[in-house]
């Protein structure tokens, strides 16, 4: 096990909790579920300069489900984008730290997200548009389970294997909830591993929390000739967090100060 890397996204973790705190608002839950995602791509594996943000042959990545925003802040942070100090400012008035994604405010960020169901569309173009330039990058998409019910995603879907995009790897944060409760009680989604590979996708399986796991799949990946790749992460919403763990209520709630002592003193109390 990388303890340095567990150690990154235990920060990351505990930097989610304070900005949404501070907020008043926003998603912890589908936040905390992917911070060992983007700590993997971000501090192991993407081709990417802070110093640099807007280089033309960094790797891309779009975290389409835009409401975790809070998690890919404080990624950005942790990386050396921007000053931790500026998560505090999450949602406030003056803050480029908006709810969801602003690609012309944040520094880092690839694609302005929010509205559900359109980042792996526009992952589609980066990846095509590395492909059409003879370009190295590679492109990274982050969905939400609940997400996925959008029509527009298996649009995007069928694109991405038509034209043979190897170059894109998308990530399913599959915690199983959603804003209005399970997926099973909403859609069902069942089974999307044999729904991706039957519009043309090469399909990973995961632990969506083992650093290991998730490291070998992007590998995977990248190795992967003419077809893109989907990692299907099984994760927990509000992993790290025994009170948020599983639980559908902290999908968009904030915690108030008693629950943000809680939830801090065991994020800072050692990784789980």
């Not at 690839?110 to 569309?121: A, K």
């Amino acid at each position: 096990m990388n303890k340095n890397l567990k150690k990154i996204s235990n920060n990351i973790r505990i930097n989610i909790i304070k900005s949404v705190s501070a907020a008043k608002s926003g998603h912890p839950g589908g936040s905390l579920s992917i911070a060992d995602i983007l700590t993997v791509l971000y501090f192991e594996k993407m081709n990417i300069d802070p110093k640099d943000p807007k280089n033309p042959n960094r790797d891309r990545l779009v975290l389409s489900k835009g409401h975790s925003a809070p998690a890919l802040y404080a990624t950005l942070a942790e990386r050396g984008y921007f000053p931790q100090e500026e998560l505090l400012g999450l949602r406030k008035y003056g803050s480029k730290l908006q709810g969801h994604p602003d690609m012309k405010k944040v520094e880092g960020v690839d694609m302005s997200t929010g509205s559900l169901g359109q980042g792996l569309s526009a992952a589609n173009g980066m990846a095509l548009a590395g492909k059409l330039d003879n370009s190295t990058y590679r492109v990274y998409a982050i969905l939400g389970d609940g997400e996925v019910q959008e029509g527009q995603i298996w649009e995007a879907a069928m694109s991405s294997a038509h034209y043979k995009l190897n170059n894109l790897t998308a990530f399913l944060d599959l915690n199983g909830l959603q804003i209005d409760g399970s997926n099973e009680e909403v859609m069902s989604i069942s089974p999307i591993d044999e729904k991706f590979k039957a519009f043309g996708w090469n399909v990973l399986t995961v632990n969506g929390h083992c650093i290991e796991e998730i490291s070998k799949a992007i590998d995977e990946a990248a190795a992967t000739k003419g077809k893109p790749t989907i990692i299907v992460c099984n994760t927990v919403k509000g992993k790290g967090i025994s009170f948020m763990e599983n639980n559908v209520a902290w999908h968009g709630s904030a915690p108030n100060q008693e629950q943000t002592e809680k939830a801090l003193a065991e994020l800072e109390g050692g990784e789980k």
